[in-house]
């Protein structure tokens, strides 16, 4: 299975601008959505979906934009170009998740922390600049992407259910409580619609939380999924609209941006790919909903039309395989523009926004 990702360009701050040193310590701590609008901070928000497993948390509120219905949001006037040049045409999509045969679960995994339990830490970070300094609930047995050993992206994803606040860190090295390290870090506040500061980066490189856009076994199982999935482009406009905060690009403006959203035609069905009632059929179908409703949303770069999810090993290869049927060449690129409600929140409201 491709496991492809480019490493993506950071830049420090003008306060570093003549020399950039790696693997510092951000100079100052920032706690969960004191970055953050005050505006953002008084505004009151209906709740979102719960975190499986944190059940008095929520992933975000519910009119977040990762939690927005955009099935009726007109499509995006660069929808055609942004489409060639992630070759939609000739490209089915490809769920970047699933069983692995080397024995550790293939996708992004996370986890919810025992706060009584599980230390918290300060890393040296390479990019310190643009990361939340923390400390983290982080320690030798999170789990890391591709496992402990792996090369890649190494993402690790924390919840600490005590607070909802979701800990996300990139390139993550466990050493010791006071000599790990990772490229990034990112803390978000379960229950505001804060964004980075602009132009930040987080653990991935559009600027925005992963884990709110990670497609999950047990949601697909529960019959509903109610958020956007994140996906990754080969090459990527060096630009990002809203919600996104941060671009790594270097490929022009005829290439999608970060933060650019996608939704599959209205009229595809799981009927194009298995028979009603075959095993896992109804799954599918739960997906193609999803991408339908919530579409996908543009988070980093790696290989054209890769959609992230959990690292689960209960993902049925069946239902992989189903999902690799789904042709992005069903997709257009919308106009979510109408939904920003201010630019340094990722509330959502579609009270001004025409009809598609």
Same mark, same amino acid.
């Given at each position: 299975?491709?496991?492809?990702?480019?490493?993506?360009?950071?830049?420090?701050?003008?306060?570093?601008?003549?020399?950039?040193?790696?693997?510092?310590?951000?100079?100052?701590?920032?706690?969960?959505?004191?970055?953050?609008?005050?505006?953002?901070?008084?505004?009151?928000?209906?709740?979102?979906?719960?975190?499986?497993?944190?059940?008095?948390?929520?992933?975000?509120?519910?009119?977040?934009?990762?939690?927005?219905?955009?099935?009726?949001?007109?499509?995006?006037?660069?929808?055609?170009? #942004?489409?060639?040049?992630?070759?939609?045409?000739?490209?089915?999509?490809?769920?970047?998740?699933?069983?692995?045969?080397?024995?550790?679960?293939?996708?992004?995994? #996370?986890?919810?922390?025992?706060?009584?339990?599980?230390?918290?830490?300060?890393?040296?970070?390479?990019?310190?600049?643009?990361?939340?300094?923390?400390?983290?609930?982080?320690?030798?047995?999170?789990?890391?992407? +591709?496992?402990?050993?792996?090369?890649?992206?190494?993402?690790?994803?924390?919840?600490?259910?005590?607070?909802?606040?979701?800990?996300?860190?990139?390139?993550?090295?466990?050493?010791?409580?006071?000599?790990?390290?990772?490229?990034?870090?990112?803390?978000?506040?379960?229950?505001?619609?804060?964004?980075?500061?602009?132009? #930040?980066?987080?653990?991935?490189?559009?600027?925005?939380?992963?884990?709110?856009?990670?497609?999950?076994?047990?949601?697909?199982?529960?019959?509903?999924?109610?958020?956007?999935?994140?996906?990754?482009?080969?090459?990527?406009?060096?630009?990002?609209?809203?919600?996104?905060?941060?671009?790594?690009?270097?490929?022009?403006?005829?290439?999608?941006?970060?933060?650019?959203?996608?939704?599959?035609?209205?009229?595809?069905?799981?009927?194009?790919?298995?028979?009603?009632?075959?095993?896992?059929?109804?799954?599918?179908?739960?997906?193609?909903?999803?991408?339908?409703?919530?579409?996908?949303?543009?988070?980093?770069?790696?290989?054209?039309?890769?959609?992230? +999810?959990?690292?689960?090993?209960?993902?049925?290869?069946?239902?992989?395989?189903?999902?690799?049927?789904?042709?992005?060449?069903?997709?257009?690129?919308?106009?979510?523009?109408?939904?920003?409600?201010?630019?340094?929140?990722?509330?959502?409201?579609?009270?001004?926004?025409?009809?598609?």
């Amino acid at each position: 299975m491709d496991r492809t990702r480019r490493s993506r360009p950071h830049f420090c701050g003008q306060l570093a601008a003549i020399v950039c040193l790696p693997l510092i310590l951000a100079s100052a701590p920032v706690a969960a959505g004191t970055t953050r609008s005050a505006a953002d901070a008084r505004a009151t928000s209906p709740k979102g979906p719960p975190v499986p497993g944190a059940p008095n948390c929520q992933m975000f509120p519910a009119d977040n934009v990762w939690n927005t219905d955009i099935s009726k949001l007109p499509v995006n006037k660069h929808s055609a170009t #942004w489409m060639a040049k992630m070759d939609a045409s000739t490209t089915n999509l490809h769920p970047d998740f699933g069983p692995d045969e080397g024995g550790y679960p293939y996708g992004i995994p #996370w986890t919810v922390v025992n706060p009584k339990t599980q230390a918290f830490i300060h890393l040296s970070f390479e990019y310190a600049d643009e990361s939340d300094r923390g400390p983290y609930p982080f320690g030798p047995s999170t789990p890391i992407e +591709g496992g402990l050993n792996a090369s890649g992206d190494r993402h690790a994803l924390m919840v600490d259910p005590a607070t909802c606040v979701l800990y996300e860190l990139w390139d993550a090295h466990y050493v010791s409580r006071s000599a790990s390290t990772a490229g990034s870090g990112a803390i978000w506040s379960l229950s505001s619609n804060a964004l980075r500061p602009a132009s #930040w980066t987080s653990a991935d490189a559009a600027g925005l939380p992963i884990l709110p856009g990670l497609l999950k076994y047990q949601e697909v199982l529960s019959g509903k999924v109610d958020h956007a999935i994140r996906f990754t482009a080969e090459c990527t406009d060096d630009a990002y609209i809203w919600p996104a905060r941060h671009e790594a690009g270097s490929c022009g403006a005829d290439y999608p941006p970060m933060g650019a959203r996608f939704r599959l035609s209205a009229s595809f069905s799981a009927s194009e790919i298995c028979k009603p009632g075959s095993p896992y059929c109804s799954q599918l179908a739960v997906v193609i909903t999803a991408m339908q409703h919530y579409g996908l949303m543009l988070a980093d770069n790696g290989s054209n039309w890769y959609f992230q +999810g959990s690292a689960f090993p209960q993902w049925p290869i069946t239902l992989i395989d189903m999902m690799k049927q789904i042709p992005a060449r069903d997709f257009v690129a919308v106009d979510e523009s109408c939904l920003e409600v201010g630019a340094d929140s990722g509330q959502a409201s579609a009270a001004h926004c025409p009809k598609g």
